[in-house]
């Protein structure tokens, strides 16, 4: 086995393939670019390279670079990770080149799966499932539209360089053949610089289902189940499980063996996916294979009670698979949810900043290959904390949210119940998006397609929607709970009660979509809210006078309009404090010659039945006070001279 390896990718894979390292005994070298010197995975590896500027091109992209670095830290092998180098088969030869194993297929295998019509040919000859379609190289316009006719429409363009859904056009019937395909050409030679397209039978509500495979170098080869990646947007994945929700044994064994087969054909070792795209009906065809292990496959592991990268481990040290086809057995069920720093509501357009506050579900930590009697129930993989920046260089992922259930059920709940805990703030996230989608009704009855999301949009992205009182109330509980803690004044210790009165005091919140008042009485049973709920339950953060509400899964923005803000301030140096309407002086908190901290209530006024508090705008001392309790003040009154530390 190897003792050090280098892995060259950042994040949460990076951070995850060296947690298996780690728990192996195997050293780890990081690479960085000039933006991640701060980064998780920098800290979590036992060294790090810096490997150029934040651009990619200029970083995680330069293989000579890579290489450099694993040969000066004395790096057996090259983890890529998912991304990046991951497919790239010069990369690979590289690293062979300059005597590094690299921690993934053969290039060989990655190269003849580039090609998808390649590919498919391939498959073909190795009797994998095929949609029905041409794949070869004739492509004459006349030609391929006979093929397209004798397919049958509707037909599916697409460019043979392509993937991942470029380059793709629907045609309908006959009559639009010729401009579908011209349009289909001109977009597959400017995204790829080759024109080259195939042409299949269009599949009405398909799912995506891909089987993970591993061989060694020794020619085993094995499946470990599928995942149903269907719930994806814009050809992105948002949710994966394992197993696929009404799979029968019988075509999973199918389904695993064509995969295997695809698999064998190109000398394939190491971690890989052959995605299928299936039916309603569970009829499936070969759509390509992802030469790398993939971001999805923590279901896989949590399924299967394996460690991915271990195995990707053993086998690049030319060790055999650690299980054979027949010791694996499904064991429950799992969903993976990607949390993206991102904005739904407009677009999902990527949120870049700093996660100021992260709250994370409480979360059995993952035992990598652990002999534990049942899978955690939740596992996280992120590759940033609390304070970490989402920048504009790399993919805005900010974790994955990984849950295992006894089945399918169990796994939803404990889904939905994970992300009601997740609390961001500082950016914008994809949390409420993913909860409305696995409560959804699509999702939670598995009537899953690629199309879910669409089909569903209306439920998904629903009317902004004001606060409920219960967060109103939340935000005014912290409010209060903080100036009461923050007072060493009895007056705030007796709960803003004093005997035989009777307070109330409004406040006013703000969000984005509206304003709202809530007030709140003191009397002889304590504190009485306007709002009615006196119990609601949920977390705040406070940032100055934003209070983040996160109570049943949401997360809410108010903002405190304090009608005391800037008080004093302007005069602050050495001035007066004033009166901010006319109204009763009710308390006086400070003492002639008393030295103050910033922030300490001073006086408290009372007008049209509110209170208002008159706090120190500086550290500073007491010089004078103006008035006593009981006393009428009229507006702009000076009620305390003041002069700043
Ligand atoms: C298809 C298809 C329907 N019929 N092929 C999209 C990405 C590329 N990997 C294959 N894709 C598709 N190929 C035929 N013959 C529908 C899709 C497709 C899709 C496939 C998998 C996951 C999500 C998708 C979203 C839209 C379209």
Redesign the pocket.
């Known amino acids: 086995m190897f003792t050090k390896i280098l892995i060259a990718n950042r994040g949460e894979i990076a951070c995850r393939v060296a947690a298996t390292a780690r728990r192996m005994g195997i050293q780890t070298v990081a690479v960085y670019s000039e933006a991640d010197a701060n980064a998780k995975h920098v800290a979590v590896c036992d060294e790090a390279v810096l490997i150029g500027p934040a651009a990619a091109k200029e970083s995680y992209l330069r293989g000579d670079k890579i290489i450099a670095a694993a040969k000066a830290t004395g790096a057996q092998a090259i983890h890529p990770g998912y991304g990046f180098l991951s497919e790239n088969a010069e990369f690979a030869d590289a690293c062979a080149e300059a005597g590094l194993v690299f921690i993934g297929p053969p290039a060989s295998a990655m190269r003849a799966m580039g090609s998808k019509s390649a590919a498919k040919q391939l498959m073909e000859k190795a009797k994998v499932p095929l949609?029905p379609g041409y794949h070869g190289e004739q492509q004459d316009a006349d030609f391929l539209h006979t093929q397209a006719d004798s397919i049958g429409y509707p037909v599916?363009l697409?460019a043979s360089a392509g993937?991942?859904?470029k380059g793709?056009r629907v045609v309908e019937n006959s009559t639009q053949f010729k401009d579908a395909l011209a349009s289909c050409k001109r977009e597959a030679i400017s995204s790829f610089g080759d024109d080259k397209v195939l042409a299949?039978?269009?599949?009405q509500r398909?799912r995506?289902i891909e089987i993970q495979v591993f061989a060694d170098t020794l020619g085993n080869c094995i499946y470990l189940f599928e995942r149903d990646c269907?719930v994806?947007r814009r050809?992105q994945k948002v949710l994966e499980e394992a197993p696929a929700p009404g799979m029968p044994a019988e075509r999973r064994a199918a389904m695993g063996e064509a995969a295997v087969a695809a698999a064998r054909a190109v000398g394939y070792v190491g971690a890989g996916t052959v995605?299928f795209?299936a039916n309603q009906d569970g009829t499936f065809y070969f759509?390509?294979m992802n030469t790398r292990l993939q971001v999805e496959h923590p279901v896989t592991e949590m399924i299967t009670g394996t460690d991915l990268v271990e195995w990707q481990l053993r086998v690049a040290a030319g060790e055999p698979l650690p299980k054979q086809q027949h010791e694996l057995v499904i064991n429950g069920h799992a969903i993976e949810a990607r949390i993206y720093a991102e904005n739904p509501e407009k677009g999902f357009l990527p949120s870049i900043g700093t996660l100021r506050h992260l709250g994370t579900p409480e979360s059995v930590s993952f035992e990598l290959g652990g002999v534990t009697a049942a899978p955690a129930a939740v596992r996280i993989d992120s590759g940033v904390r609390e304070g970490d920046a989402i920048s504009p260089f790399y993919d805005p992922m900010i974790a994955k949210l990984i849950v295992w259930g006894a089945d399918r059920k169990q796994a939803l709940a404990r889904m939905a119940q994970a992300l009601a805990q997740y609390q961001i703030v500082g950016l914008a996230s994809n949390i409420a998006f993913l909860k409305r989608l696995v409560e959804g009704q699509a999702f939670s009855s598995a009537d899953l397609d690629?199309g879910l999301i669409e089909r569903n949009h209306d439920t998904l992205f629903p009317a902004a929607q004001p606060a409920p009182d219960s967060a109103l109330t939340l935000a005014a509980e912290a409010l209060l709970d903080a100036e009461q803690a923050h007072s060493t004044e009895p007056w705030a210790q007796a709960n803003g009660w004093r005997m035989n009165q009777t307070y109330t005091r409004k406040l006013s919140f703000a969000d984005e979509h509206a304003s709202y008042d809530i007030s709140v009485t003191y009397g002889p049973d304590g504190r009485q809210f306007s709002t009615g709920d006196q119990a609601a339950r949920g977390a705040v953060l406070r940032e100055g006078d934003t209070f983040h509400v996160f109570s049943n899964g949401a997360h809410y923005q108010l903002t405190w309009n304090d009608p005391m803000a800037h008080a004093g301030e302007t005069e602050a140096e050495g001035g007066r404090l004033t009166a901010p309407m006319p109204g009763k002086v009710v308390a006086v908190l400070a003492a002639k010659g008393q030295e103050v901290k910033k922030g300490t209530a001073l006086v408290i006024m009372e007008a049209m039945k509110m209170e208002h508090t008159i706090a120190a705008p500086h550290d500073g001392v007491i010089d004078d006070i103006l008035y006593n309790v009981g006393d009428q003040v009229a507006d702009g009154a000076p009620l305390l001279a003041f002069k700043a530390a």
Not at 200 to 203: H, P, T
Request: aromatic share 4%; net charge negative; no cysteine.
């Open positions: 949609v599916l697409k993937g991942g859904g793709m299949e039978k269009y599949l398909p995506h269907s994806q050809h995605e795209i759509m390509e690629t």
